[in-house]
Structures are given as C-alpha cells and as structure tokens.
C-alpha cells in the first residue's frame, strides 16, 4: 500500500474513533455511490452527519481541508443525496470536514469543521 493510503488510513480510523468519542454511531465508512465516495457517515440521534476526512503528515503544501476540490464537493453530495434517499432520512443533516495534520512521532491534530459545505 502506498504511503499516502496508509496516510489516509490512519486519518480515517483517528476520525471515526473521534466521532464515537463525540457520542456518534458509525453507519458507514468508504460509502460509495457510483464515482462519489463519503469517507464516513455518522448518527446521533436525529443527526446525519457526512464526513469527508483529509489527513496530511505536512502542511507545506496547504491546510488538509484545502485540498477539498468543487468537484470532491459534488460528488460528495450526490453520493449523500443516495445514501439519504435509501434510508428515507427525515431529519436533519449535515456536512463536515474531519482536517488531520500531524507528523509521528508527534501527535496528530484533528480540526473538526462542522457544516463545512451544503
């Protein structure tokens, strides 16, 4: 496996455990929906939540969260718009962006951007 998919592997089981912290079920990790992916998706009680997860071991080339591209965004919203679909989800919903920065051996940081795009 290459580097940065270990990278981003690692960033997405630190923001899974991280929502389960906050007091979220995991529905689904990796949700894919035609050429869409949703890297998690997330219940607490009537809150759907939508998780794109960016993880970067350096900033030298910008912010985690900058590397979410227009394109990345109307994916994200047409695999989110299926998944809402198939549950017939009534209630409220919401878009978030889990940024990982870090180097080991020093510790990651996760920066939670809640309603990060509709």
């Not at 998944?83 to 209630?91: E, G, K, S, V």
Request: charged share 25%; with cysteine; hydrophobic share 40%.
């Amino acid at each position: 496996m290459a580097e940065h998919n270990r990278t981003g592997e690692t960033g997405e089981k630190m923001a899974a455990t991280y929502l389960i912290e906050q007091g979220f079920t995991i529905l689904a990790q990796n949700y894919r929906y035609r050429r869409a992916e949703i890297d998690i998706i997330a219940q607490k009680a009537t809150l759907l939540l939508f998780v794109e997860v960016k993880t970067r071991t350096s900033n030298h080339h910008g912010f985690p969260e900058e590397a979410i591209t227009q394109k990345k965004i109307d994916l994200f919203l047409l695999a989110a718009e299926e998944f809402i679909h198939q549950l017939n989800w009534q209630y409220e919903i919401r878009f978030d962006i889990i940024a990982i920065s870090g180097c080991p051996p020093a510790p990651f940081q996760i920066h939670h951007i809640e309603d990060a795009f509709h």
